[in-house]
């Protein structure tokens, strides 16, 4: 790795092929970063066995988002992707943080509540241990900053908790207190213009869809709902293809589109017709080089191995001094 200004961490469940919330939400930031600090990031397929109810689909998953990750721009000679479980030291970390966490603690936390709500029939005791794992892939590789929006604060504050305590209980300093790397993460909606762009709601529009596929699915976007006709004038502020113009079109487009919206010039299903093409447009390159990477799926694993090559080295060094603080024999 070249010398940065730092280096960042940030994991994310093996969720299959990305679609536009997951590129706006993370990927393009994942980008960007790799510019200015060192980046580690990682596919977290332990995390994902919390909720999973079944495995049959987490290697193809993981592939699928490698794969995407690249073809969006992450730089595998420079940055570290790698697979969580390829890198074992994580689970033992896990360990000897979960000594100085209280259960009540973990209990209490909103995202445990939430969890449980979400899955009654499988509370199970990694979903309890979830945010020290996720403190333990922080601080394994000593990561100086985490790219965390603002209501992700709470979740970094608590992985900064178990450092300060970890390090209080064994006077040491051997772990590092991760910053926040303060980001914008924009709330992306779905095609139904309500709910937050996911898989599970099947709102989402993929980022590896064919033209003719993304043309269909930008198609059923919920526009303004109070425009019942075409000659009724539109409010583009309430409207989420709207939004989507304003991130993926030119500065003509949207200035035109906000004029004739609100005086009928001009009709949802065109101006949905004009924001695919964009997004087509936009999405060329990453297509082009997705479909390059994905004739050669080994190459891909490859990554990935090596990623975990230089993960492992530094979780290494970070374990041996963990257990020589802790005293173990
Ligand atoms: S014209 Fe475009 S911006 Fe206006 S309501 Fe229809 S889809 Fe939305």
Redesign the pocket.
């Known amino acids: 790795m070249t010398k940065k200004k730092g280096r960042v961490f940030s994991g994310a469940r093996p969720t299959g092929r990305q679609h536009l919330g997951n590129y706006l939400g993370a990927i393009k930031n994942y980008v960007a970063l790799q510019d200015e600090l060192e980046c580690i990031y990682c596919i977290v397929d332990l995390h994902a066995l919390t909720t999973l109810d079944t495995t049959k689909s987490l290697k193809t998953n993981t592939y699928e988002m490698a794969l995407d990750w690249l073809a969006a721009g992450l730089r595998p000679e420079e940055t570290i992707i790698f697979i969580q479980s390829h890198v074992p030291e994580v689970t033992e970390l896990h360990t000897m943080l979960s000594m100085v966490v209280s259960l009540g603690k973990l209990t209490d936390l909103p995202t445990f509540k939430e969890k449980a709500r979400q899955q009654p029939h499988n509370v199970n005791y990694g979903l309890v241990g979830y945010p020290i794992l996720m403190a333990a892939d922080i601080t394994l590789y000593k990561a100086g900053f985490v790219p965390v929006g603002i209501d992700q604060a709470p979740h970094l504050e608590f992985t900064r908790e178990v450092v300060r305590s970890f390090n209080h209980r064994y006077e040491t300093d051997v772990l590092i207190e991760p910053q926040m790397k303060s980001t914008k993460i924009p709330k992306v909606l779905g095609t139904d213009g309500v709910y937050k762009m996911g898989k599970s709601l099947d709102n989402h529009i993929e980022l590896a869809s064919t033209p003719e596929e993304t043309t269909q699915r930008v198609m059923t976007?919920v526009?303004?709902p109070q425009?019942k006709r075409r000659s009724d004038p539109?409010?583009?502020d309430v409207?989420n293809?709207?939004t989507m113009?304003k991130i993926f079109s030119t500065d003509e487009d949207v200035k035109e589109?906000n004029i004739?919206?609100r005086r009928a010039g001009?009709?949802?299903v065109d101006?949905?017709k004009r924001f695919a093409e964009n997004l087509n447009a936009h999405l060329v390159p990453f297509r082009e080089k997705r479909s390059k990477l994905g004739e050669k799926p080994e190459q891909v694993w490859d990554i990935l191995t090596d990623g975990a090559k230089r993960a492992k080295r530094i979780a290494e060094e970070t374990m041996i001094d963990v257990r020589q603080a802790v005293g173990l024999p």
Do not use: L
């Open positions: 976007m526009t303004d425009r539109g409010d583009p409207c293809v709207f113009h589109i004739e919206c001009i009709g949802c101006c949905k």
